[in-house]
């Protein structure tokens, strides 16, 4: 997969997994992963999927319907890849926060829903459901921040308010913060994003 990776000056502190919105690459999220935690590695990686010329992590059939076959294969295609990386990058693979905004927050979402461990916390920004009618994996001692917005409208309340429970009947330690805004990512979110981030890695 195509990506960045830029070694932190605390080896100690938990890696960024970065994974960019619809049309965006492995540079875009790179500033906000810099608020969350100055001091960390950072592993930044482009969608493999092309809709229309934009970059995405998986296909979709239409707006919020998404092409769960494809959504299994990429989702084990980037867990493949995290395995690998921490060897070429030499950390330590237990060690991985994913930071996601909109389509990377689903498949950050999906690492969670199909596989123990895959992460040991993740930032979601602005996610949806990625599959219903499955068995989550124990999620004990996985952290998860949900940023969210009370007028997205490809992300309405009902949709955050279903992860977040979701989440937390498995096991994680979920926090959600709302702004009233819609489906964008606004300063005051990265920056509640970054004193969550503090608060329980730091």
């Known amino acids: 997969m195509k ?4 070694k932190g000056t605390n080896a100690d502190a938990p890696v960024l997994l970065l994974l960019h919105g619809t049309g ?3 540079e875009d999220l790179v500033p906000l992963g810099s608020l969350i935690s100055p001091e960390s590695s950072i592993l930044s990686v482009r969608g493999n999927v092309l809709e229309n010329g934009m970059p995405r992590f998986f296909r ?3 707006e919020g319907v998404f092409d769960e076959d494809d959504l299994k294969f990429r989702t084990k295609e980037l867990h493949d890849f995290l395995d690998e990386a921490a060897g070429k990058y030499e950390f330590d693979r237990n060690n991985v926060v994913a930071v996601g905004y909109s389509n990377g927050a689903n498949i950050a ?3 969670l829903f199909h596989y ?3 992460l040991r916390g993740a930032v979601l920004h602005h996610p949806m459901v990625p599959l219903r009618g499955i068995q989550l994996p124990d999620l004990n ?3 998860v921040f949900i940023g969210a917005g009370k007028n997205d409208p490809i992300c309405p309340p009902q949709e955050t308010e279903e992860l977040e429970h979701l989440l937390k009947e498995a096991g994680a330690e979920v926090e959600t913060h709302w702004e009233n805004y819609g489906h964008q990512l606004t300063q005051p979110e990265a920056e509640r994003a970054a004193a969550w981030f503090q608060k329980y890695y730091f």
């Open 109 to 111: 979402g999906s690492l």
């Open 3 to 6: 990506h960045i990776f830029n």
């Open 60 to 62: 979709r059939l239409a």
């Open 116 to 118: 123990e461990e895959s």
């Open 24 to 26: 965006g690459n492995e």
């Open 141 to 143: 001692g996985v952290n």
